[in-house]
């Protein structure tokens, strides 16, 4: 294993230490918690957004707290959800009295986690809800989840519900713009490379020279079939239709899209996938409003892109433009 660590069992408290020195204008830790707010926690009257989940996905999830996306990051151990402690702190310590919303990506120990959080944190008469996000299109069920997972199309509902709560909507306004959003995105990825989790010391999964896999999940799970290595061309156009085959965008609608690399794609690769991706919608009559190509959602060090098309309307678009500005969204 070649990883630039120190101990193994160490590296998410290390990696979120090094955050907060990085960006002490946007976040501070929570005592005893690998646990990230923004820097002026709480802010009285607004709806509070906290998300998490397990570490390894950098940027996700603290990246995105600050104006505009989340009020909290709850990080767990490198693909293991956080427990419900840090969770329950977290909510504490963003809530400025008018509840807090739970953005939890479909894994059955995420769910579990944030529910009894939530719990916790009813008894101590804060209002909480949340939403679970299901963009994957590749598998319905893994070894992670009971239904669709929670992948990148997940850093849409940061990015929309957290605009949302920055007009001082409700708890209950800003879920309704959460759900539509998880409602009208999907994304599906697939993988050229395996990735190494520092606590076992070895590939999660193996591909062969010229194999890749197809609808891999974020932390290795099994995706739809391995296929021997095609084109990026190929490989959008399979991603892309899968895509459109559930989200029935019909010719003249408008859409976001991401293409979002795992950690160990180019920028160069991602942006030709993001050209056949245009290619495709346009030839399909749909109108990309926005386009977002980068690392947004990453595994380890893998190899391989997702992509995550999100169907808009006027209020989506307004709050896509809105301002943001964390460690790692900026649209000032």
Not at 19 to 38: C, G, Q, T
Not at 174 to 200: F, H, Y
Request: with cysteine.
């Amino acid at each position: 294993m070649k990883k630039l660590i120190n101990q193994p069992e160490n590296v998410v408290e290390e990696m979120i230490e090094g955050i907060v020195l990085a960006h002490p204008e946007y976040v501070r830790k929570l005592k005893e918690f690998n646990v990230l707010v923004r820097k002026n926690s709480p802010i009285t009257g607004k709806v509070a957004l906290v998300s998490g989940g397990g570490s390894g996905h950098e940027p996700s999830h603290g990246g995105y707290v600050g104006k505009g996306m989340l009020d909290g990051a709850v990080a767990g151990d490198v693909f293991t959800s956080p427990t419900p402690d840090p969770i329950y702190e977290a909510i504490k310590a963003v809530d400025g009295g008018a509840g807090v919303l739970l953005i939890v990506k479909n894994y059955t120990g995420d769910i579990m986690n944030f529910e009894m959080a939530k719990e916790m944190a009813e008894m101590e008469l804060i209002k909480v809800d949340y939403v679970v996000v299901n963009d994957d299109v590749a598998v319905e069920n893994s070894t992670y989840t009971a239904g669709r997972r929670g992948i990148a199309g997940t850093v849409f509902v940061h990015k929309i519900a957290g605009a949302k709560a920055e007009t001082g909507a409700t708890l209950e306004e800003v879920k309704e713009t959460a759900q539509k959003v998880i409602d009208n995105v999907r994304s599906m990825g697939m993988a050229l490379t395996p990735c190494i989790v520092p606590a076992a010391g070895k590939a999660n999964f193996t591909l062969g020279e010229n194999e890749m896999e197809i609808g891999m999940g974020i932390h290795g799970e099994p995706g739809t079939h391995k296929d021997t290595l095609k084109t990026a061309d190929e490989v959008t156009e399979h991603l892309v239709c899968k895509i459109l085959e559930d989200l029935k965008l019909k010719d003249g609608e408008e859409v976001a899209v991401m293409v979002n690399g795992l950690a160990s794609t180019p920028l160069m690769e991602l942006y030709i996938v993001n050209k056949k991706v245009n290619e495709i919608l346009w030839e399909k009559g749909i109108k990309v409003y926005k386009t977002l190509v980068g690392e947004f959602m990453t595994s380890l060090e893998m190899a391989g892109c997702s992509v995550s098309i999100l169907k808009l309307d006027k209020e989506l678009k307004t709050l896509l433009d809105a301002t943001a500005d964390t460690p790692a969204f900026k649209s000032l």
